[in-house]
């Protein structure tokens, strides 16, 4: 018997490689996929060899997210989000999002059950956001969720959402904080952590790049690749040793500006890193400073989600899957 699945969010860069990721599989978890549901603010592309549907829409709007459950999906992946620069600088549009958009779909699938029982998989991805300053040397999975934005405040909310709702048996969540993703492949987003894809990927393409912050900022990273493989893992994972604890710190890879930079230099030389132009922004420092640097995810580990385990794997990841395995 085929799988249903629901993909929110399915234009974005993650949201894409998922899609071409269960399509070039067939599958997930072994189980053929034979429907897909691909929503976003933009129609997003249908994969050949699937029935279903992609269309536009924002799950935010009264009436969406009840369409979004209506074929009653098994599987869902919540990705859809407004990113952590766009929300602190749009305040009520976080808010309605990121806030409002998930807890209409919860509502949604709790609707969809009162009907007749129905209890989907839920994947929802959260941030290392949801953690705020001051910062142990490496934060463990006992560290408490104290943002200082409004991204991380939404996705905190998302959290507790997330595990009540499966607390309360509507549906099976599971929830993991993404490490900041990097190489982003495409144009710059909204995001204030754009800069650690940036001076890598325009280096790589020849162009040159700005480094708003000094090389000393330390951050947490997997890559495009790492982050599919941890839905894809989430939504298989029997979830019954999370216990109430439904929201999981993704491993990752703590390196500073300069270990890039070095890792761009060793697999790309030095004509790469003299792209790099230094423009300090007093207001990206600010924000990256609240930052968290480093983790022990050692319950997600122990789970079987993994990451790389340097930056050089990672400018390969970008290679391999952007730049056709070689660089221009």
Known sequence: MGMHVLVIGAAGMIGRKLVARIAADGGIGGRKVDKLSLVDVVPPEMPP????????????????????????????FHLAAIVSGEAEADFDKGYRINLDGTRLLFEAIRAEGM??????????????????????????????????????????????????????????????????????????????????SGILREPLAG????????????????????AVGFLLHAATLDTAPLGARRNLTMPGLAATVAEQIEAL?????????????????????????????????KRAEALGFQAEKNFDEIIRVHIEDELGGRLP
């Open 115 to 196: 009907k007749q029982p129905y209890m989907p998989r839920v994947v929802f991805t959260s941030s290392i956001a949801v953690f705020g300053a001051p910062f142990p040397g490496a934060i463990n999975d006992e560290f408490f969720t104290t943002p200082l934005t409004s991204y991380g405040t939404q996705k905190a909310i998302g959290e507790l959402l997330l595990a009540d709702y499966s607390r309360r048996g509507i549906f099976d969540g599971i929830g993991i904080r993404l490490p900041t993703i990097c190489i982003r492949p495409g144009k710059p987003n909204k995001a204030a952590s754009g800069f650690f």
């Open 49 to 76: 060899g699937f029935t279903g549907k992609a269309w536009a829409a924002d799950i935010s709007s009264p009436g969406e997210a009840v369409q979004m459950v209506a074929g009653r999906p098994e599987l869902i």
């Open 265 to 297: 230099r060793r697999v790309a030389g030095d004509k790469a890193v003299a792209l790099i132009k230094r423009v300090p922004d007093e207001t990206i420092g600010r924000i990256v400073a609240g930052w968290p640097r480093r983790f022990e995810a």
């Open 207 to 226: 162009q040159e790049a700005v480094l708003p912050v000094p090389d000393t900022v330390m951050h947490w990273h997997a890559s495009p690749r790492a």
